[in-house]
């Protein structure tokens, strides 16, 4: 008698096969980077035809990217309404902003209980690049590549810090901090960013995690007296 959990000797199986992903993800990217540049605004409607006619793509991954980008916070599904790009409110970045430097000091002091103990060059090369990179990206005119810099470096600084699980929750905010990010370009001179970005790292290779959230604290203070809601206003009148 054959084995009811086979057939044709066959094992059944209890999962799907793992499809290539690839198309979907440079979607979401797609997307999220339209949202660093402005061609998306928080609140605007999110159509799966446009947005697959204008990559030239098939609606399919565009689907799935939608679904992706609902999934970690970008985009919100209403009955009758569509997708949408996240809603930003100024009560809404203070919440993302606090759980940020939670998380991000968390980082500095892990990173500098590494340090104090050696190997801080080799430990901090990468971030290092990595903030050369963004200062790189400012010399262009790319709103997306300077916000996906500046992503990638504080991103490398929760990767570095050992804590994998840390680094997985920062990672999971990442795109909806590329969207709040956006907002603010030109808010400050871009050289005040590198600097505050070299400051940090200075303070990171020194071991001292004092001065670490001290320089964090400073890099983002600017996010407390920003007015996001008047900014999203601003330039849906330059859209017009």
């Not at 759980?99 to 000091?105: D, K, S, Y």
């Not at 050289?191 to 290779?205: K, R, T």
Request: proline residues 5%.
């Amino acid at each position: 008698m054959p084995d009811a959990g086979r057939v044709d000797d066959a094992p059944v199986r209890r999962l799907p096969p793992v499809q290539p992903r690839t198309m979907v993800e440079q979607a979401a990217e797609a997307v999220v980077a339209a949202a660093a540049r402005g061609a998306f605004l928080p609140g605007d409607r999110l159509v799966e035809a446009e947005i697959a006619r204008d990559l030239g793509i098939s609606r399919v991954p565009v689907r799935e990217a939608l679904r992706l980008l609902e999934s970690q916070g970008i985009v919100v599904s209403t009955p009758y309404k569509g997708m949408r790009l996240m809603q930003v409110t100024n009560p809404g970045v203070a919440e993302l902003t606090g759980v940020r430097f939670a998380l991000e000091a968390l980082a500095l002091r892990e990173i500098c209980a590494r340090t104090a103990r050696g190997g801080a060059d080799a430990l901090l090369a990468t971030t290092r690049r990595v903030a050369a990179a963004y200062e790189e990206a400012l010399r262009g005119d790319d709103r997306a590549a300077v916000v996906g810099a500046d992503l990638a470096l504080h991103g490398e600084i929760c990767r570095v810090s050992g804590n994998s699980v840390l680094h997985g929750i920062w990672s999971s905010l990442a795109r909806q901090l590329s969207v709040v990010w956006s907002l603010g370009l030109g808010v400050r001179p871009g050289s005040v960013g590198v600097a505050e970005h070299e400051a940090l790292i200075d303070a990171l290779a020194a071991g001292d995690p004092a001065a670490a959230q001290a320089a964090l604290e400073t890099h983002l203070a600017w996010h407390e007296d920003f007015d996001f809601e008047g900014a999203i206003a601003a330039r849906r009148v330059e859209k017009r």
